[in-house]
């Protein structure tokens, strides 16, 4: 069983930064992609930012220059560093990992529980 547990969300006024963090553990033998999705009320989720193994990143247009994305292969963390955030960032934020639990089997994606992201004065 792999868990997805992330940490880092919270209130923050319009300008500021947050960084939020996504720790995975359990029955892992290795981790492709990392990513980190959104979701707005009344909206779908969407992609905001991914990386490889590799470290080869990609970016949600709407978040390019203000945000980074990190990840620590020891740790099988990733990051996500916000900066000059926005209303319109507000949302529930997502880890997501392709994870596979051992070389015997495939790969699967695990989902963290999600993190509250308010931007608001």
């Known amino acids: 069983q792999v868990q997805l547990v992330e940490s880092g969300g919270g209130l923050v006024q319009p300008g500021g930064s947050l960084r939020l963090s996504c720790a995975a553990s359990?029955?892992?033998?290795?981790?492709?992609?990392m990513g980190w999705y959104r979701q707005a009320p009344g909206k779908q989720r969407e992609l905001v930012a991914a990386?490889?193994?590799?470290?080869?990143?990609n970016y949600a247009d709407s978040v390019k220059g203000r945000f980074t994305i990190s990840r620590d292969n020891v740790k099988n963390t990733v990051y996500l560093r916000m900066n000059s955030l926005k209303p319109e960032d507000t949302a529930v934020y997502y880890c997501?990992?392709?994870?596979?639990?051992?070389?015997?089997?495939?790969?699967?994606?695990?989902w963290g529980q999600g993190t509250q992201v308010t931007v608001s004065s």
């Open positions: 997501n990992a392709e994870i596979r639990p051992s070389y015997r089997v495939g790969s699967y994606d695990a």
């Open positions: 359990g029955s892992i033998f290795s981790i492709s992609r």
């Open positions: 990386i490889t193994s590799g470290l080869i990143t």
